[in-house]
T-cell receptor, first 114, second 113 residues
Framework: DQQVKQNSPSLSVQEGRISILNCDYT??????FLWYKKYPAEGPTFLIS?????DKNEDGRFTVFLNKSAKHLSLHIVPSQPGDSAVYFC?????????????FGTGTRLKVLA | SAVISQKPSRDICQRGTSLTIQCQVD?????MFWYRQQPGQSLTLIAT?????????ESGFVIDKFPISRPNLTFSTLTVSNMSPEDSSIYLC??????????FGQGTRLTVV
């Protein structure tokens, strides 16, 4: 049972344009959502997060939108840069069954074309 | 933020042997986790490492195969026991506190031959 899903395994965007990465979740107990970027041979790097009490959080070129009714979040990167090319994972967290845990989506490989 | 040091960064092991991966965090954190990332797959949570008590394992993972220790707030180990080629994966240590971001080590790339 995949509780956090990223339905697009890959995305290609021209440099300077907007990249939009999407994520859906099924468990309504999730109350904190995060995006990570991962380069090969490195651990995931935290990008941006959002609490369930908000619907938008912005940090520089990165904006995360949360639609709780649709159980959907998205990451917007604008303008996209070649250095943004990486695998992006969304994650959701909550206290579940007495423990706090982070559950990750399947990842989207973003390629920004120069 | 927390800096997480994980070692070894990679290893090639014979089937049937065991490997212990170490994870050190530079600050006291409430939670430590172990994940596995198989080729082309997502990060799958193996277990939550609990200080001074048995780890909490996710469905499909058992203590006999993946014993975990956490003797204090900043250190944890994961052992991959009686390895088979199917255990070839990247193993990642993570640490964090509730309602904040979790930080990751650089991962251990394990190849079982």
């Amino acid at each position: 049972d995949q509780q956090v899903k990223q339905n697009s395994p890959s995305l290609s965007v021209q440099e300077g344009r907007i990249s939009i990465l999407n994520c859906d979740y099924t468990n309504s107990m999730f109350d904190y959502f995060l995006w990570y970027k991962k380069y090969p041979a490195e651990g995931p790097t935290f990008l941006i997060s959002i609490s369930s009490i908000k619907d938008k959080n912005e940090d520089g070129r990165f904006t995360v939108f949360l639609n709780k009714s649709a159980k959907h979040l998205s990451l917007h990167i604008v303008p996209s840069q070649p250095g943004d090319s990486a695998v992006y994972f969304c994650a959701a967290s909550a206290g579940i069954s007495g423990t706090y845990k982070y559950i990750f989506g399947t990842g989207t490989r973003l390629k920004v074309l120069a | 933020s927390a800096v997480i040091s994980q070692k070894p960064s990679r290893d090639i092991c014979q089937r049937g042997t065991s490997l212990t991966i170490q994870c050190q965090v530079d600050s006291q954190v409430t939670m430590m986790f172990w994940y596995r990332q198989q080729p082309g797959q997502s990060l799958t949570l193996i277990a939550t490492a609990n200080q001074g008590s048995e780890a909490t394992y996710e469905s499909g993972f058992v203590i006999d195969k993946f014993p975990i220790s956490r003797p204090n707030l900043t250190f944890s180990t994961l052992t991959v026991s009686n390895m088979s080629p199917e255990d070839s994966s990247i193993y990642l240590c993570s640490a964090g506190t509730p309602d904040t971001e979790a930080f990751f080590g650089q991962g251990t790339r394990l190849t079982v031959v």
